[in-house]
């Protein structure tokens, strides 16, 4: 009996080290406060006090402004304007695990139709950038989660990069990303 039980929990142990774990989790609030829907707040990465919750730090080139918009409650969307420049989550750590993906929620702000986010993933500390094969979502104020798999590799880091919406003057807005592996 007791060898059947030792065989079980082997088993179970096994499967649970090679399921899916969170290796970053960012949902872009700040050391803000909430003021009411729809309340932006507009500042250079460099500015912010203290670490964002993914533990790295956000990027733009040229340290330009950064935006934070509240909507649905009193939670902080990152808003990246047409004309605005690119935000990078640089070097995430995700040493030892393979099979990785993202989710993330995206919505397209105003009467904007859905778009596709053009979403960029390094694996050289940002020298080169791939674009992820992402798909359409997020028109007219539709917030949607979707998921999309990482470069495959056995690498230490991973960077993103989020870049304005090219195809019209709408915003476009993240939340929740998400990061997941296996060892």
Known sequence: MKKIILLFLALTTGMLAKAQQTLYA?????????????????????TKAGKWNGGVDLKTAG???????????????????????????????????TNLNLSYEFVVEDAGDAVVPKIEASIDGGASWVTLPTVASGGKWSKETKSVALPSGNYKTISLRMNPNTVNANAIMFDNFIITGKQ
Do not use: C, H
């Open 26 to 46: 960012e949902n872009f609030e700040s050391n803000v406060k909430a003021v009411s829907d729809g309340y932006m707040y507009s500042f250079v990465p460099s």
């Open 63 to 97: 340290n330009a402004n950064i935006n934070l918009r509240q909507g649905w409650g009193d939670g902080f969307l990152l808003k990246i304007e047409s004309k605005g420049a690119a935000v990078t989550i640089p070097n995430i750590n995700v040493a030892g695990f």
